[in-house]
């Protein structure tokens, strides 16, 4: 399974601490949140961890870890335009995240495991929000995503 991080934006909501690098970079217990998140990614049975970056390219030389394949995206345009960055590097089953999941083998063995047992293309997972006007919205149907609005 690989799995595609989304660390090329701008990290704007993460000021102060993101003042001079990407939020990814943040150390929590002595160690860049990115990098908890890889090691939860591998636990969870990824196999091949591609990170797509800004053109700064501080995340490659901070993690400096040859088992990630690294792409750049050069002027930040959003998720879609950052994971097409990756595209080459892509087949069959993927996961794409944020970095800032410290948590992912706990999220994403399930939603492996699911993807498996029903075959399924696609799985989403989601967080209901107070602020739905600031993410994408998914509209479900019997459990399935029917629509994404915004």
Not at 6 to 20: D, V
Not at 27 to 33: A, D, F, N, V
Not at 80 to 86: P, W
Request: glycine share 6%; net charge positive; charged share 30%.
């Amino acid at each position: 399974m690989k799995a595609v991080i989304l660390a090329a934006g701008r990290s704007s909501r993460f000021k102060p601490l993101s003042e001079n690098r990407h939020k990814g970079l943040v150390q929590i217990l002595g160690k860049p949140i990115l990098q908890h998140t890889v090691e939860e990614l591998r636990k969870a049975g990824v196999d091949e961890i591609i990170v797509v970056q800004g053109s700064e390219r501080d995340i490659e030389e901070e993690l400096a870890d040859d088992q990630i394949s690294y792409v750049v995206q050069e002027k930040p345009k959003g998720m879609g335009h950052a994971l097409r960055q990756a595209e080459h590097l892509l087949d069959n089953k993927f996961l794409v995240l944020t970095p800032y999941r410290a948590n992912a083998s706990q999220l994403f063995k399930p939603m492996i495991q699911k993807a498996d047992e029903e075959n399924a293309n696609t799985v989403f997972l989601s967080t209901p929000t107070d602020k739905p006007e600031k993410y994408g919205i998914l509209e479900l149907n019997q459990r399935r995503p029917s629509r994404r609005l915004g």
